[in-house]
């Protein structure tokens, strides 16, 4: 499928899961993930409509950068950050979806030039394989992050477990947004903390109905491999 209707397929879905909530769409970007496919591909997405790009390493993303500019995407940094890779993307991004120790929040304050926007990583799920910090560390690590004035905590991110049951997606999502709750009754200034980026192909409808404000769309919106669409 091209990428243009696959991303009329999402957008239906989540006016559907809007309405069902009483959310408007308005309130809901999209975030093509596009660290399986080519630039070309990533064009694609961005000639539909979509403002956002995301990619998880450091490579994909430097490699996309100068090829897309002319199209000025909005960058986002989904994946596991290293620390020693920070400077290198910093400059470039918009939004780290991955914050989820002290020690890099150390490095991005250290190496930004200007305040950036970061979602807390969040293990809703508790399995093992996710990364992101307990939902217990997270008001504590907040609190800590008062006095980084190069991090702004634009929301919470999570990813849901890989699983069919509906309704253990559905509470990782719920769990994720009273949290956000929590951190914004802290009143800290720098943490609105009004966005959650929740939702993957898999799962964004449910994420839409718990609150999502940012989904991120790899596999069916622009495909998982280089060209490639939907299997
Ligand atoms: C790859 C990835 C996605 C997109 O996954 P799909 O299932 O292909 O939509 C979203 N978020 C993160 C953090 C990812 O690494």
Redesign the pocket.
């Known amino acids: 499928m091209d990428v243009k209707s696959n991303l009329r397929h999402i957008n239906d879905r989540i006016n559907e899961a809007c309405k069902e909530k009483g959310r408007t769409p308005d309130e809901i970007s999209v975030?093509a993930?596009t660290?399986?496919v080519s630039p070309e591909r990533a064009q694609e997405a961005l000639d539909a409509g979509v403002k956002h790009l995301?990619e998880?390493r450091d490579s994909g993303l430097l490699h996309k950068l100068d090829i897309l500019i002319d199209s000025r995407p909005v960058w986002h940094f989904?994946?596991t950050l290293q620390t020693r890779k920070v400077k290198a993307i910093i400059d470039h991004v918009s939004y780290i979806?991955?914050l989820d120790r002290l020690s890099l929040a150390d490095e991005i304050q250290k190496r930004a030039k200007k305040p950036v926007d970061c979602f807390v990583q969040v293990n809703t799920s508790l399995e093992s394989s996710k990364h992101g910090m307990t939902k217990e560390e997270v008001i504590p690590f907040v609190r800590k992050l008062s006095a980084y004035e190069n991090i702004r905590i634009a929301g919470l991110?999570t990813?849901a477990p890989f699983t069919d049951d509906e309704e253990e997606i559905r509470s990782c999502f719920r769990s994720l947004r009273e949290l956000r709750g929590e951190v914004q009754r802290l009143n800290q200034w720098n943490a609105p903390c009004s966005e959650l980026s929740m939702g993957?192909?898999?799962d964004?409808t449910i994420a839409v109905e718990e609150g999502a404000t940012f989904v991120?769309?790899?596999?069916?919106?622009v495909g998982?491999e280089t060209g490639g669409g939907q299997s």
Not at 216 to 221: E, K, V
Request: charged content about 10%.
């Open positions: 975030i993930v660290k399986y995301g998880n989904i994946g979806h991955s991110m990813m993957m192909s898999n964004f991120r769309i790899g596999s069916s919106l998982n």
